[in-house]
């Protein structure tokens, strides 16, 4: 049975509708990551589930009690912001106690769960500092420590670490997702990062225009996007278009060339308008091998990235990027080389249009 | 360039002298009481006077009724308007600047003639109820000061942010305002507070025509019969209001967490 269900949430404001329809069943202690680009919904529908937005539609069930009315501070869900949200005014333990204090918790209690969340967050001597005194990492840390503080049902993040350095983002994700692990509490985190969400998420639900495009594990997003939109989103992906030529034995024609796809073409039919995904850590140079796709094309670009080579290959309409390791004792190719690349029937992957998700 | 700092120089002497030379003449005139000699007998006279001591004392207690009534009608207003309707803002600061508009006597004779002894709610039937007539005037008059400090605090914190915080861990309304915002906004209120008290120290027309013993009206009073002591009841005057003026430096600067962030 799902802990946190959201149930046909729409959002509409005078001129426009900030979230379509959002469907999700969250198990308890699982992960879930709302990814997509800005405006598409992923913190309007976090904010809804806080409290701080009322739905136009829908409803919302934690633990199977619809909470859709209740006031925010009745919901028993603890919020980490991306501007952190200290209080100025009190120090680091006064911060995390201050749930506790809300809820009339003993003096005795508040302390020990105040030096038992700094311990969890590795700040144990900096509890009588005020936030302006700390980086924005331990700050973003102490806002996580007083969300859990008051031990509440799910724990939403939004955009936690986008004010953040690259570095101490990495490190902090590893540390939230180990939190969230050790706690075992049911967790909402919103991100335009699709790093964050595929290395963090139990699953992910992919956001576009007010609607949940596909939801799945990272492995699934990644390699078996449903959509144009989820293959372009989630990693770097070429897309070529093209026609179906034989949906039983899955034969597509991209700029006149043959290729198969092992699966995806189940309900189309003969002359159906069709994309494909490619991801470009899937293509290799040279023939194919039997049963394998190979496609010629011209050379349009070579871009040396270090320990890789990006060569951007123009079949006709369609471009294909493939990705090969650098080897120093290969040559580069040449602008306007025509060059042959393979990939399996198993690696195309046949996208789905985006109104019949 | 060599030029500006001498004019910068120039421009700071001629503002000193034209705030200080008024003052010094003031202060050089109070001391001369007893003829050939400088004295502090005007300072003694004011000070020994009982009516000095009453009328001082009637005007701070109603200086701090007056902050008291603004805080709790200005710092909810001005965070609901931040926090859920911000396009009231232009409205509410429009109504907030009447006071500096319509001339204190207007709004006196509007309360003598809503609130007299013969009306609905006859205010000026006691003199408790006057001087809660007349704090209501104070807060009215007060009202452009103690509105924009409050506003300003608001527009520096994170407002909205700070509240989603506070309701997401629990707290009420009572709870946010009283421990999440007004704090924050501590040095921004001890701005309006203490402007509030300097206006309702020195305030005259109100006070006088609703017939209350304050500061103001004994200033007038010993302006119109003495010599030397409106002098130095000016003097004193001028060394309360910056007290007032210190201690916001001095509260202000003790407030913690207050520093700006890295």
């Known amino acids: 049975m799902a802990f946190l269900e959201i149930a046909n949430i729409q959002k509409r404001f005078a001129q426009t509708t900030a979230v379509e329809q959002v469907d999700l069943e969250v198990t308890r202690g699982e992960f879930v990551s709302f990814l997509g680009p800005s405006g598409c919904g992923k913190s309007t529908t976090l904010r809804i589930i806080a409290g701080f937005e009322s739905p136009s539609a829908g409803v919302i069930r934690l633990d199977g009690v619809d909470i859709t009315r209740r006031p925010p501070n009745q919901r028993h869900v603890g919020m980490v912001f991306q501007s952190y949200a200290l209080f100025p005014n009190m120090t680091i333990a006064q911060n995390v106690g201050f749930g506790l204090k809300v809820a009339k918790k003993p003096a005795a209690e508040i302390a020990r769960r105040v030096d038992e969340m700094l311990n969890l967050i590795k700040l144990p001597a900096l509890g009588h500092r005020y936030p302006y005194q700390l980086s924005g990492g331990q700050q973003q840390r102490v806002a996580l420590a007083r969300a859990l503080a008051i031990q509440p049902q799910v724990l939403l993040l939004d955009e ?44 992910i639900a992919v956001m576009n225009e007010g609607r949940v495009e596909q939801v799945g594990t990272p492995f699934e997003i990644y390699n078996f996007p449903r959509t144009a939109f989820v293959a372009a989103f989630v990693g770097t992906l070429n897309i070529l278009h093209g026609h179906v030529a034989d949906p039983a034995q899955g034969k597509i024609v991209v700029d006149g060339q043959e290729l198969m796809a092992s699966r995806g073409l189940e309900h189309a039919r003969m002359g159906d308008v069709c994309s494909v995904a490619l991801r470009p850590e899937v293509v290799s140079l040279g023939e194919a091998a039997k049963d394998g796709n190979q496609m010629r094309g011209t050379v349009e670009d070579v871009n040396f990235l270090g320990s890789i080579v990006r060569i951007r290959l123009r079949l006709k309409d369609n471009v294909i990027s493939l990705d090969t390791f650098n080897n120093p004792r290969l040559s580069l190719p040449e602008r306007g080389q025509t060059l042959t690349v393979n990939f399996s029937p198993e690696a195309v992957l046949v996208l789905e249009a985006p109104s019949s998700t | 360039m060599r030029g500006r700092p001498f004019i910068s120089w120039l421009l700071l002497l001629f503002g000193a002298l034209y705030f200080f030379v008024p003052l010094l003449g003031t202060l050089e005139f109070s001391l001369r009481y007893l003829r050939g000699r400088y004295s502090l007998v005007a300072y003694q006279i004011v000070l020994t006077d009982p009516r000095f001591l009453a009328t001082l004392g009637y005007s701070t207690v109603l200086a701090l009724a007056t902050i008291v009534v603004g805080v709790v009608l200005v710092v909810p207003t001005a965070y609901w308007i931040q926090l859920r309707l911000p396009r009231l803002r232009p409205v509410v600061e429009f109504i907030t600047l009447l006071p500096l508009v319509i001339p204190a006597i207007v709004f006196v004779f509007g309360y003598l003639r809503l609130y007299n002894s013969s009306s609905f709610l006859p205010l000026t039937g006691s003199e408790r109820s006057t001087d809660l007539l007349l704090t209501c005037s104070y807060v009215t008059l007060a009202l452009p000061y103690m509105y924009r400090a409050v506003d300003t605090g608001l527009r520096a914190i994170d407002v909205g942010t700070l509240t989603e915080a506070a309701q997401s861990l629990g707290a009420a309304w009572s709870t946010i305002l009283l421990r999440v915002i007004l704090p924050n906004v501590r040095v921004a209120v001890l701005s309006g507070a203490f402007l509030t008290f300097a206006i309702v120290i020195g305030e005259f027309t109100m006070a006088s025509l609703l017939n209350r013993p304050a500061f103001g009206p004994y200033l007038q009073n010993i302006g119109a019969n003495r010599a030397y002591e409106p002098a130095a009841l000016a003097i004193i005057s001028f060394a309360i209001t910056w007290a007032s003026i210190g201690l916001i430096q001095v509260l202000g600067r003790g407030s913690p967490g207050q520093a700006a962030p890295r």
């Open chain 1, 160 to 203: 936690p670490l986008s004010a953040l350095d690259a570095k101490i983002r990495v490190s902090l994700r590893n540390e939230i997702r180990s939190i969230q692990r050790k706690l075992d509490i049911t967790t909402i985190y919103v991100t335009h990062d699709q790093e964050e969400a595929l290395s963090l998420s139990d699953r």
